[in-house]
Structure formats: C-alpha cells, structure tokens
C-alpha cells in the first residue's frame, strides 16, 4: 500500500515564526487532505489538495502530485497552532473510494 | 449543516464485552469509513462502506466488524474486547470529491 512520511516529527516554534511541515507519499494519489488534530481528538480539515496550491488565512498548502510530495506552511503561527499536524492521501475511486491512508504526524508546539 | 456525529463519546468496557459504535454522516454523504488511533500505531483504516456495502477493509481480526443502513448512518462493532483495544475511534464521511470529513471520534477504553 502507499507509505506516507511526514516531517519533521516535532516542531517547536516562537510565537510569530513560521513554519513548514513536509509530506511525502510513495505511489500516484487523487485525494490528498491535511488536518489538525485538536486536543479532543477531532480531526480537523485544512485543505484538500491532490494538487496546486491553496491558501487559507495564515494557512497555505502546495501539492506537487508529479514528485509526490506536500507541504503545509504555517505562518506567524500563533499558541492556538499548537497541537498534532497529519497529511493523509487516498486514491478515490475503484474499490478504495474513502480510504485513507496517514502519516505519522507533525506535533507542533507553539510557545508564547 | 450539521457535522459527522459520532456516539457515544466515551466508554469503558471490561476485556471479553462487546461494544457498538455509532456515526452519522454528514447529510448526501454516502461513503462512511472507520479508523482507529492508538498512541502506538497511528491513524489506521478499518473498513468504508457506501451504499450499504463494504467496499474496503483494513487488516484487523474478524472482531472488527460494521454495517451501514440506507440513511448512510454506521455502526461498527468489536467483539470481545481486549486490552489493545483501547483506542479513539474516529469516523469519516465523505461525498467523493472534496475530501473525507471527520467526527470527534468515540474513545473507548477496556479495562
């Protein structure tokens, strides 16, 4: 199956710095997704990207689907960033229409 | 609209009970899909279904089973619960494009 590595594993940041964490997965992918997890648990959707580049607020996501790689650039990150980054990818269609697949995760840590 | 509901959001259940979770997708969802976290292995995929059928399964034992009825709602079951079940069990919804959207996950602990 696809293997999906992120980097780097912990990130620990000043506030107002900013960042940029890495996901590289190992076979073609139409679904690409990033999430952060809150401290209940729940995974929350930053972006859908397969491809491109989006931007959301101080949030920016760029997909290179050729090189099978992502990022996720977070800028002047504030503590409220804090918390557990995951980059998952699935090919929907076929028999695999929702699966995902995760990486290992990014915990960001956000000081004052 | 609302979000994935998944119910309840906390149990504990003794080695050897069964348990029975349950997800609501997002209205017009059809795809449902399962996952289990553990500090140990991560995000893992359990099972999706669409359409009341299973379309896809990860590799976890026979226990690991789920259904889902014609309002797209889900339910997945563990049999014989062991202590390596203890786990946050998340659930996602999905349309097909757009991506997977997840609910606040159900964390169950076997004591």
């Known amino acids: 199956g696809i293997q999906v590595e992120q980097s780097p594993p912990d990130l620990i940041l000043q506030e107002g710095a900013n960042s940029t964490l890495r996901c590289n997965f190992s076979?073609?992918?139409?679904?690409l997704q990033w999430f952060h997890q809150n401290p209940w648990g729940q995974l929350i959707n930053l972006f859908y990207?397969?491809?491109g580049t989006k931007q959301n607020g101080r949030l920016s996501a760029t997909t290179v689907a050729t090189e099978r790689y992502s990022l996720l650039y977070i800028s002047s990150s504030q503590t409220t960033d804090s918390g557990v980054y995951f980059c998952?990818?699935?090919?929907?269609?076929?028999?695999?229409?929702?699966?995902?697949?995760f990486g290992q995760g990014t915990i960001l840590t956000v000081h004052p | 609209k609302a979000g994935v509901t998944q119910t309840p959001r906390y149990l504990i259940k003794t080695r050897g009970q069964q348990v029975t979770l349950s997800c609501s997708p997002i209205?017009?969802?059809?795809?449902v899909s399962w996952y289990q976290q553990t500090p140990g292995q991560g995000l893992q995929f359990l099972f999706e279904?669409?359409?009341?059928?299973?379309?896809n399964k990860g590799n976890f034992p026979g226990r690991f089973s789920g259904r889902q009825f014609s309002n797209s709602r889900s339910e997945m079951n563990v049999s014989t619960l062991e202590l390596g079940d203890s786990a946050l069990y998340l659930c996602?919804?999905?349309?097909?494009?757009?991506?997977?959207?997840f609910g606040q996950g159900t964390r169950l602990t076997v004591v």
């Open positions: 996602a919804s999905s349309r097909g494009t757009g991506g997977a959207f």
């Open positions: 076979d073609s992918v139409n679904n």
């Open positions: 990207i397969p491809s």
């Open positions: 998952a990818v699935g090919n929907a269609g076929g028999t695999s229409y929702g699966k995902l697949t």
């Open positions: 209205s017009g969802h059809r795809s």
């Open positions: 279904y669409f359409s009341e059928t299973q379309r």
